[in-house]
C-alpha cells in the first residue's frame, strides 16, 4: 500500500509556498521599517535642519501660499519624531508677511502621514489678524479661507483636514467689514480645531475687553456632507454651534452678529447669555438660548415699539422651517418697564404656511400665560393687526394654566380649529352692538375650562366675587355675583349658534337661585326681527330669596320701559322668598302678547313688602299722593304684558286701623 506522506498533495505544496513567501515579505517588512527608522532617527533627525528648504516646498504646495521655516529642532518620540519649528512666515498673494509664528510643534504619525498632514499641529502665542471681507470672504492673516472658489482653496482645505490643531495663549483681531463693526482684540485666545472622518469640532476661548464682557466660549459640532472630498467647504457643512458668555454687554455683542437672525433685535442688555444654534448649509437655522439679562431693550419685529425690560430669565427659542417657523419658552420670567411681571410659563407654537393644496396650519401649547402682561405688552410682540386689535377691544386679563390649540387656515380667520385649556381669573370686556356686529358678553373674575372646536364646545365656568357684564338684555348690563357655576355647552353651524347651560347656580346680594336655559339664533324668514339675533331663548328658574327693590333689575331691557320703571318705583323694599320664572320664544317679540308666540311668566312669593301701587310720577301734578301698601304679602306675577297680585294681605300706609286681606289686582299692560 502506497505512504499518502510519502507524496504530499498540491494543496499542501501551495500552502508551504505561500507560508515561506508570507514570512519573507513579513521579514522584509520588517528589516525595511526598521532601516527606515534608523535613517530617521539616526541620520535625518539629527540633520533635520539640512532638509528645511525641501520642507517649506513641500508645506507652500499643501498650503498655496509662500512658507518660510527660521529653524527646524526634531525630537525622537515613538516610532516617529517630533518637529519644532521657529520663526514660521507665511507670505499672502502679494508676497507680504501675512503671520509670524515663533513656536510650532508638529506631530506626525503613520495615520496622518498616509494623509498627507499632521496627527497634531500646535501653535504657541500667535498673534493673528482675522478679517470679514464686504463680500463675505474670510481671510486669516491675509490668506482667503473662504473655502470656496472665490478665494484659494488649498489653505482651507489643508487646516481644516488636520486631524487636530491647537492654539494656546494667542491673541486675535477680528474685523467685520460685512457688519461695519468695530474692531474687536481678543486676548488669551485658546483654539481646538479636530477633524475626524466627516465630523468637525472646534472650539475657541477668549477673553474680550473689559466693557465688552468676561471670557466667552465658542464651540462647533459639524459634519460635512457624505462623498465631499473637500474639507475647506465649509459652507456646505451642518451641526451646531455653542455660544457661552457668563457675562456680557448686548449692545456690544449685537454688532458683530446679524440683527434679527430670529426675528429678534435686542438693542441692549447685560447679564449671562447661552446659545445654542442648529446650522445647515453653513447658516444658522434657529438655535436655543438660556438668558438671565438686565436692562434688556429689543424689537421683535419691523414697526414694533421696542420691549424694555428690566429684568428677564428663562429660556427662548426659535427655528426656522421650510415653509415657517417653531417658537418656545420655558421657564421664562421678565418684569417690564412699567412693573408688570411675568410669572414664568412656557409657550411653544408652530406655523407652517400654505403650500399648494395643503393649508397654512398652527399649534399653540401654553401654560401659566398672563393674559394683562400679554395684552400691555401686545403692541411690542409680533402677534398680527388681528390679534393686536382683539387684545386691545377685549382687553382680557387672568392667568392661562394651560392651553392646547391648533388650527387650519390664516390665523385670522380659520377654516379650522381646535382648543382646549384653563383660565383662572378671566377678564373680558363687552362689546355693544355697533352696525351688523352683535354684542358680545364680558366677564370678570371667571375660571373656565374649556374644549372648543370650529363646530362648538363646552366650557365649565365658576366665580367668586365676579360679574358678567349683559350689555343690551337688562338697564344695568353689570351683574356682580358672589358665586356663580354653571356648565355650558354650544354649536356653531355656519351662521345658525345654539347654547345649552346647565347646572346654573348663582348668589349675589339680590337673589340666589337656579337657572336652565337654551338658546339659538333665529330664523330670519320667521322672526318678526328678520335677523338672527336676539334669538330663541327658552330658560326655566327658580329663586330662593331676593330683594323685593331688586326685581326690576333683572326685567330684561326688551320689556316695555314703562312697566319696568313702574316695577322700580312701586315695589319700594321686602322679601322674595321664592320666585319661579319661565320665558320662552323668539326675544324680539318679547313680553309675547300672543301666547302663540311664546311663554314670559314670573312668580314670585312676597315677604313685608312696601308697595306703592300710585307712584307718584303717575298722578297728575299737583294731586296728593295714595297710601302704599305695607306689610305685603302675596304672590306677585308678571306674565306677558301684564301684571297682577294674588291674595295679598297687608295694611295702608297711615291708616294702622286699616287692613288688606286676600285681596286681588291686576294690570293688564
Not at 491675509?142 to 494656546?168: F, H, K, M, T, Y
Not at 299722593?625 to 306674565?639: I, S
Not at 301684564?642 to 294681605?649: F, I, K
Amino acid at each position: 500500500m502506497k505512504d499518502p506522506h510519502q507524496n504530499p498533495s498540491w494543496l499542501l505544496r501551495f500552502s508551504a509556498t505561500m507560508v515561506r513567501w508570507v514570512f519573507g515579505l513579513l521579514l522584509l517588512a520588517t528589516l525595511l521599517l526598521v532601516s527606515g527608522w534608523g535613517l530617521l532617527n539616526g541620520w535625518i533627525v539629527p540633520r533635520i535642519d539640512e532638509f528645511r528648504p525641501r520642507l517649506e516646498k513641500q508645506a507652500s504646495q499643501a498650503m498655496g501660499a509662500v512658507v518660510q521655516i527660521g529653524s527646524i529642532a526634531a525630537t525622537p518620540q515613538g516610532l516617529l519624531p517630533t518637529f519644532e519649528l521657529h520663526d514660521v512666515v507665511v507670505l499672502d498673494s502679494q508676497g507680504h508677511e501675512a503671520v509670524r509664528l515663533a513656536r510650532i510643534v508638529a506631530t506626525p504619525s503613520l495615520r496622518s502621514l498616509l494623509r498627507g498632514g499632521l496627527e497634531q499641529l500646535y501653535i504657541d502665542a500667535p498673534a493673528l489678524d482675522m478679517r470679514r471681507s464686504a463680500d463675505g470672504r474670510f481671510f486669516v492673516a491675509g490668506l482667503d479661507l473662504s473655502g470656496n472658489d472665490a478665494g484659494d482653496p488649498g489653505v482651507a482645505d489643508w487646516l481644516l483636514a488636520q486631524r487636530e490643531i491647537v492654539v494656546r495663549h494667542g491673541a486675535l483681531r477680528w474685523t467685520d467689514e460685512l457688519r461695519d463693526a468695530p474692531l474687536l482684540a481678543l486676548q488669551e485666545v485658546d483654539i481646538v480645531l479636530r477633524h475626524s472622518g466627516r465630523r468637525h469640532a472646534m472650539r475657541l476661548d477668549a477673553t474680550p475687553p473689559p466693557a465688552w464682557g468676561s471670557r466667552f466660549s465658542l464651540r462647533g459640532d459639524f459634519r460635512q456632507p457624505l462623498l465631499w472630498t473637500r474639507s475647506g467647504e465649509w459652507q456646505s457643512w451642518g451641526g451646531q454651534v455653542y455660544a457661552e458668555f457668563p457675562w456680557v454687554d448686548l449692545a456690544q455683542l449685537r454688532r458683530h452678529t446679524r440683527p434679527g437672525d430670529l426675528g429678534i433685535a435686542v438693542e441692549q442688555g447685560v447679564g449671562a447669555l447661552r446659545v445654542w444654534g442648529d446650522v445647515a448649509a453653513g447658516a444658522v437655522q434657529g438655535g436655543v438660548a438660556d438668558v438671565a439679562l438686565a436692562g434688556v431693550n429689543a424689537t421683535t419685529g419691523p414697526g414694533l415699539q421696542p420691549l424694555v425690560l428690566h429684568a428677564v430669565q428663562g429660556r427662548v427659542a426659535a427655528h426656522r422651517l421650510a415653509k415657517g417657523f417653531t417658537f418656545s419658552t420655558k421657564g421664562l420670567q421678565f418684569q417690564t418697564d412699567d412693573d408688570l411681571v411675568w410669572p414664568g410659563g412656557n409657550v411653544a407654537l408652530t406655523y407652517t404656511d400654505k403650500e399648494g393644496a395643503i393649508p397654512a396650519y398652527g399649534e399653540l401649547h401654553a401654560d401659566r400665560l398672563d393674559l394683562s402682561v400679554l395684552r400691555r405688552v401686545a403692541n411690542r410682540l409680533p402677534l398680527g393687526d388681528v390679534v393686536h386689535g382683539a387684545l386691545q377691544s377685549y382687553a382680557p386679563a387672568g392667568l392661562v394654566e394651560t392651553l392646547d390649540l391648533s388650527w387650519q387656515g390664516a390665523a385670522s380667520a380659520p377654516t379650522q380649529y381646535r382648543g382646549r385649556g384653563r383660565v383662572t381669573g378671566l377678564e373680558v370686556a363687552a362689546q355693544k352692538a355697533e352696525g351688523q356686529r352683535a354684542a358680545t358678553p364680558g366677564v370678570r373674575g371667571a375660571d373656565v375650562e374649556f374644549d372648543l372646536n370650529q363646530s362648538g364646545g363646552r366650557a365649565v365656568v365658576a366665580m367668586k366675587q365676579g360679574a358678567f357684564d349683559l350689555p343690551g338684555i337688562f338697564d344695568e348690563p353689570v351683574m356682580p355675583f358672589d358665586e356663580f357655576g354653571a356648565d355650558a355647552r354650544w354649536q356653531v353651524d355656519g351662521d345658525k349658534w345654539a347654547l345649552q347651560m346647565d347646572n346654573v347656580k348663582f348668589a349675589n346680594a339680590d337673589a340666589q337661585g337656579r337657572v336652565r336655559l337654551a338658546w339659538r339664533t333665529s330664523d330670519p324668514e320667521k322672526s318678526g326681527s328678520r335677523s338672527r339675533f336676539p334669538g330663541v331663548l327658552d330658560l326655566t328658574g327658580s329663586l330662593s330669596r331676593a330683594q323685593a327693590q331688586r326685581v326690576h333689575r333683572y326685567l330684561p331691557s326688551a320689556l316695555d320701559a314703562h312697566a319696568r320703571d313702574y316695577v322700580r318705583d312701586a315695589v319700594q323694599s321686602g322679601a322674595v322668598t321664592g320666585a319661579q320664572f319661565r320665558i320662552k320664544g323668539d326675544l324680539h317679540d318679547l313680553p309675547f302678547r300672543d301666547p302663540r308666540q311664546g311663554e314670559f311668566r314670573i312668580a314670585a312669593q312676597l315677604r313685608n313688602v312696601v308697595y306703592d301701587y300710585a307712584p307718584a310720577r303717575l298722578l297728575p301734578a299737583g294731586s296728593r299722593p295714595w297710601p302704599a301698601l305695607t306689610q305685603l304679602g302675596g304672590e306677585l306675577v308678571f306674565e306677558r304684558a301684564g301684571m297682577r297680585v294674588n291674595q295679598a294681605t297687608g295694611r295702608l300706609a297711615g291708616m294702622p286701623q286699616s287692613r288688606v286681606v286676600r285681596t286681588d289686582a291686576s294690570i293688564p299692560d
